[in-house]
Each structure stands twice: as structure tokens, then as C-alpha cells.
């Protein structure tokens, strides 16, 4: 059945070979095993279902956590002729009673539905009277209470096991750790369930990472190349997301606020757009994300850390789904860490899982501050390896310098045992400057032995500092006091001088001269870019136009008709045939008979212009200005 695996993604999906591990799992799931995969996101884990669902008898059931992302990959399966169809509260009564005949007669090849929906007793009853080819459950780690992104309609996902034995069943997600990939097995009752877990590495994203100084002055300077490109910013409040989606518009950028705060209408309405028109930046909190499958993402912003590792690579993934060359950028400062740690501190949740979430977040922490090549230290975390350094991210383009930072660290230490342990980073740093405030003076502290010790470092450098000592275990900001600052166990060794710290140097802040942002790309950037040859540049600009068109008459986002990646080919190899056509990525046999003969004569007509312009110049013909 392989062999009719791969027929289908040449004739239906565009593609002459599998990538990665999709084979293996496809193999799998034709045989009838179990499967748990983890792939990152855009390594193309929905073809590891969505194949042994068109070949097995029956139909395919995909439990999907989000409307938005059942509705998009339907509305690409569709384009590909695939018959596939989500059930969800948009649809209207006599259309959700429509698809369920389609599904009682077995003329679906793929149905998606919520996993509340799935576990009514109505639907799994309607699913017992039908074949069903293969389970997938997409966004496995949703499952774990451990992971990043829980979600409690998934915990009575495991009565598939009972209802449904002999129907394989297959978990997919792009971010679990072992602890949460032992909770998928065991909570979906996967037993004996084969694992394939592929590579976490995303070689199109550059990972950069900068202390915060300016958060916003920081973002405008990374996006000042950025004008016309799909992006994502997140930031961790709604206040602040509303004032940068601001700002970014007075800056000439199409840039639309996300968060839990606004209406059901506000945020569909920013979330298609993003979806359907190019260039859209959409300024977030963690509620905007998940299931987005626009390909063409080309960067994604944190200008406040998120919580864990795994969030951080679940959003960053969002960018270069497409494969082609993006980034994620993030800055972060001390006042970061210690919300982070206090939100924490505060949950309700128990001791178990708060001792868990301190982990990651240090885990983060620690990543932030690593002074070698920050993706092999990204996938180590993952159990995963990389033979050498990257060479695409900020420390292997700009090593960082580090110091002995043990004296200063050891003043530290002693000014936040000398005063007490009751005060916060800012009238500490006070204190090792010597100022002269009223805090200071009311609590008698400039009689202090440390008093003015520290007075030859700014304030910015005592803040870089403190949050790298933090971040290496050696102080705690107490949620319940407010933030003060108190020693750890580890603190006393290094007092001693029985250990030392190093410490990274963070570069100056820049400013940009004018002059400056008009010059050429440095190299860095011009590993990313993205341009067409400028003699291309009209028949890209006249395919995109076409595509769009084509979109629009048929209600869908642009890059369900094709992907950046399969026009850029087309320019490329300039088919002249539906059979040279056909042979381009990205194109089947459905899109072929769809689409091809439009996009075959804007490429006829361009040849005859180019043909025609040669001729006139060879002849000495001028155009009349």
C-alpha cells in the first residue's frame, strides 16, 4: 500500500518524495499500529494521516483542538479534491446535517471535529455505525497537564481506545518533552504504540535573543526590514498589545491587536485577515496561535518571555512553515524573570506542578543566557543533537563576550544579605550605587558597609547582573514579599569564594543613524532574504495577483491555491505545458485542472511582452514617455 501512499502525494499533493520520517509513519498506519509523532512544526505531519485516511477502507476522524485549524486544512484538502469536512458551531444546522449523511453513507475521506464534540454520545454512537480508517489526534500534548497548552476536553480522549481497538489511532504534536510524551501514552491509553520522533531542528529559523533595554524602540529597529512581510509579535498583556499594534500602524505597518479582551468578531476578523491578506502583523498574547497554518509567517517576535522552552518553540514555529528562510527574536530583562517566577509562586496550583513549572521556566532562563550556539543548546533540551554549531543564530553571527563576574556577584549577594532580604531589585541596586534616596535613608541603609560599593557600574549594568545571577540559582525573588530578593543555597559558595560565576557581557545599545538603515543588508540579512531576481520581479508580482484572485473567488487564503515556494518555482522553471506544469512542487493533479491553464497563460503573456521589449530594443525603438 506504499506504493499507493506515494502515487497519491505526487498525484494529489504536488510532492515526488516523502521528507523526513512521514514514510515510516504512513507505514505504520496502513498496517494498522499505533503511532505517537512528534515532528516539528511544518516537517508535514497532517500527510501521516491524512494519506492512510484516502487509502484505508473508511473514514478518517481528526480530533483537532481549534476551529481555525480544522477549517483551514479542510479548506486545503478541498483544493487538492480531497473529501474532507469539519463539524463545528459555525456551520449552520441543515449544513452539519449534511455532512452527517455524507458520513453515514462513508463519502468522506476525512472528517474533523473538536474533541467536546467527538465525546457526545450522539457523535461517538454515529461513529460506531461507520468504518473508520485511522484516529488522529493532532495536537497531542494538549493531553498533558505537564505541558504547555492543556486542554481538559482531551483527558476523555482515551475512550477511543475502548470504543474504537481495532482502529488505528495516531498522536501528532511538535513540542513534547519525555515527560510529556510518557503522559500522552499513558492518558490515550497508547500502549504498545510505536513512537517516531524526528528531529526538532528548524534550520530556516534564525534564534536571536537580546537583553531588554527598550522593548519597543527594540522591536522597531528588527522590523524597519521587515515592512510587507507576515509576522507575529508577542507580548504578555493586553495593554501592551494594544499599544504596539498601535505604534506599528502610525509606523506604515498593517498591524492588528489580538487578546482575550476583545469580542468573538474583533478577533476573527484580525485572525482572517492575517490569514487571507499579505503582509499582516498581528500583535498578540498566548491566546493568538495555535492552529494557525499560514505558511508564509515569515518572523516571530517575543518582546516578553513566555513561560517555558516548549511554549517558546510551539510560537516561534509558527514562522517559516513554508521552509523558507525566517526568524525569532525576543528580548528580555530582569523585571521579566521576576513576574514570570512570581505568576508561579502565585498559581493555585499544587506544589508538584508549581516545582515543575520553576523548571522550565529556569530552563528558559538558562537558554536565554547560553554563550554558545543557542539551537544546539535548543535541542539538547529535547534530547535532540546537532553535530556543529548552527551558524544562524545570534551567537554563532556575533559570539557574546563573557567576564568574572564573581566580585560583583559576591557585592551583590552581600548587599541583599545586609539589607535584610526585604527589598527588590531597584532599592538594591540603589544601594551598591550609593543613592541618596528617601527609601535609603529612611531604612539607614547608607550606613551600610556595602553602600556605594558598586557606584562604578550604571544601573543597566547592575540590572544584567542581578538577572544573570538569578538566573543561575544564586538569588530568589519571593512572590510573597513582593519581589524581595533572598540568598539560595547556592549563594553561600560563591560568598565564600569557593566557586566562580562568568558572566555575559551585553553589547551596548545601538543607536541608528538614518544613514544607516537606508544602507544594504548586512550579510546576516541577506541570508534571509526572500527577493525574486529583480529581472523576475514581474511575472512573480503577476502570479501573486493571479493568486490572489483565485483566492478570493474561492473563499480561501492565497496560499491554499499555491505557497510562495511553488510560484518562486514556477518563475523558475516557466512551464509551457500542463505536463511541465504538473512536474512543478506543489502542484497535483487537482490544481493542475483548476488552475493551471490561468496561471499558464499569464506566463504565455509575459513571454510575449519580454519577446516583444527585445525585439524593440534590437531595433532601436523607444517607448513614447
Request: proline letters at 4%; hydrophobic letters at 40%; glycine letters at 6%.
Amino acid at each position: 500500500m506504499i506504493d499507493r501512499a506515494q502515487e497519491l502525494l505526487r498525484s494529489v499533493y504536488g510532492y515526488t518524495d516523502f521528507r523526513g520520517r512521514q514514510e515510516e509513519v504512513v507505514s505504520a498506519a496502513l498496517a494498522g499500529r499505533d503511532a505517537v509523532v512528534l515532528m516539528p512544526t511544518g516537517g508535514g505531519k497532517s500527510l501521516c494521516y491524512q494519506l492512510p485516511a484516502m487509502i484505508r477502507p473508511g473514514v478518517g476522524l481528526v480530533v483537532s483542538p481549534l476551529i481555525a485549524l480544522m477549517q483551514d486544512q479542510v479548506s486545503a484538502l478541498k483544493q487538492f479534491g480531497v473529501r474532507a469536512e469539519f463539524l463545528n458551531s459555525t456551520l449552520s444546522w441543515p449544513a452539519q446535517c449534511a455532512i452527517l449523511d455524507a458520513l453515514a453513507s462513508q463519502e468522506l475521506d476525512l472528517l474533523y471535529l473538536a474533541p467536546e464534540r467527538l465525546l457526545q454520545e450522539e457523535m461517538l454512537d454515529r461513529l460506531g455505525r461507520v468504518d473508520l480508517a485511522i484516529i488522529a489526534i493532532d495536537e497531542a500534548h494538549c493531553v498533558s497537564q505537564w505541558g504547555h497548552d492543556f486542554r481538559q476536553d482531551y483527558l476523555g480522549l482515551n475512550v477511543l481506545a475502548e470504543r474504537f481497538p481495532d482502529v488505528p489511532r495516531m498522536a501528532l504534536t511538535a513540542t513534547a518533552d519525555r515527560l510529556t510524551r510518557r503522559e500522552i501514552l499513558s492518558r490515550l491509553e497508547l500502549n504498545g504504540a510505536e513512537q517516531f520522533i524526528s528531529g526538532f531542528d528548524r534550520p530556516n529559523i534564525r534564534y536571536t535573543v537580546r537583553a531588554k533595554a527598550s522593548a519597543n524602540a527594540q522591536l522597531f529597529a528588527f522590523l524597519r526590514k521587515r515592512q510587507g512581510q507576515a509576522g507575529i509579535v508577542y507580548a504578555m498583556t493586553r495593554k501592551k498589545v494594544e499599544a504596539l499594534a498601535e505604534s506599528l500602524t502610525e509606523r506604515g505597518f498593517t498591524a492588528l491587536p489580538y487578546h482575550a479582551g476583545l469580542s468573538t468578531k474583533t478577533r476573527n476578523t484580525h485572525q482572517a485577515r492575517f490569514q487571507y491578506e499579505d503582509g499582516v502583523v498581528v500583535v498578540a498574547t498566548i491566546a493568538f496561535g495555535m492552529g494557525i497554518d499560514k505558511p508564509d509567517v515569515r518572523f516571530v517576535a517575543h518582546v516578553d518571555l513566555p513561560k517555558s522552552v516548549e511554549a517558546y518553540y510551539q510560537e516561534t514555529g509558527r514562522a517559516g512553515r513554508d521552509g523558507e528562510p525566517s526568524e525569532a527574536w525576543m528580548v528580555y530583562g530582569l523585571q521579566d524573570v521576576v513576574r514570570l517566577r512570581q505568576l508561579v509562586d502565585q498559581s493555585e496550583a499544587d506544589e508538584e506542578h508549581k516545582r515543575i513549572e520553576r523548571m522550565k521556566l529556569d530552563a528558559l532562563l538558562g537558554w536565554c543566557e547560553v554563550t554558545a550556539c543557542r539551537r544546539r543548546a535548543l535541542l539538547e533540551y529535547f534530547g535532540d543533537s546537532l553535530a556543529d554549531d548552527c551558524g544562524n543564530c545570534d551567537i554563532c553571527l556575533s559570539p557574546p563576550k563573557t567576564w568574572d563576574g564573581t566580585v560583583e556577584a559576591q557585592k551583590l549577594l552581600s548587599c541583599v544579605y545586609r539589607t535584610g532580604q526585604r527589598f527588590g531589585a531597584a532599592h538594591v541596586i540603589d544601594v551598591l550605587r550609593g543613592n541618596d534616596t528617601e527609601k535609603v535613608r529612611r531604612n539607614r541603609h547608607e550606613r551600610l558597609s556595602t553602600f556605594g560599593i558598586g557606584d562604578d557600574r550604571s544601573p543597566a549594568q547592575w540590572r544584567s547582573i542581578l538577572r544573570q545571577v538569578m538566573v543561575q540559582g544564586h538569588l530568589h525573588s519571593d512572590a510573597e514579599r513582593f519581589g524581595a530578593l533572598r540568598l539560595t543555597s547556592r549563594s553561600r559558595p560563591l560568598l565564600r569564594g569557593e566557586e566562580q560565576i562568568r558572566l555575559r557581557e551585553d553589547p551596548p545599545a545601538k543607536r541608528v543613524s538614518k544613514a544607516a538603515r537606508s544602507t544594504s543588508a548586512t550579510k546576516a540579512d541577506r541570508v534571509l532574504s526572500l527577493e525574486v531576481p529583480t529581472v523576475d520581479q514581474p511575472l512573480w508580482e503577476a502570479f501573486r495577483e493571479l493568486r490572489t484572485r483565485l483566492a478570493r473567488e474561492a473563499s480561501v487564503p492565497p496560499y491554499v491555491i499555491f505557497h510562495d515556494a511553488t510560484l518562486r518555482e514556477m518563475v523558475r522553471l516557466r512551464p509551457s505545458s500542463p505536463s511541465e506544469f504538473l512536474a512543478v512542487q506543489g502542484v497535483g493533479k487537482t490544481k493542475l485542472e483548476r488552475y493551471g491553464e490561468a496561471f499558464l497563460k499569464v506566463l504565455r503573456e509575459h513571454e510575449d511582452c519580454s519577446i516583444s521589449a527585445d525585439f524593440g530594443q534590437k531595433q532601436g525603438f523607444h517607448s513614447v514617455p
